[in-house]
């Protein structure tokens, strides 16, 4: 093995590896928020994104965590005023 390959391997392994849980807390969602949900949604991954001022949650799904629209029972997006 090259010794430059040798110094390189345990840099690259690395960076692979976890160090911690690597979650933040989330501030707390406003009560009308909580309110309005669908019970079916994980509140305690709801963040506001910015981008289109939407409220989304993390969905574990059996492959992946997804982020979905957090929405009200009736289907409709919750965002934030315009």
Partial sequence: M????????PLLIAGCVSTGSGETELPPLPEQVVAVAA???N????????????????HDGPVE????PLRTPEGRPICGAS
């Fill in 39 to 41: 019970p079916w949604q």
């Fill in 43 to 58: 509140l305690a991954t709801a963040r506001l994104i910015p981008e289109d001022n939407c409220y989304w949650y993390e």
């Fill in 65 to 68: 965590t997804t982020l979905l």
């Fill in 2 to 9: 090259n010794a430059a390959y040798a110094l390189a391997l």
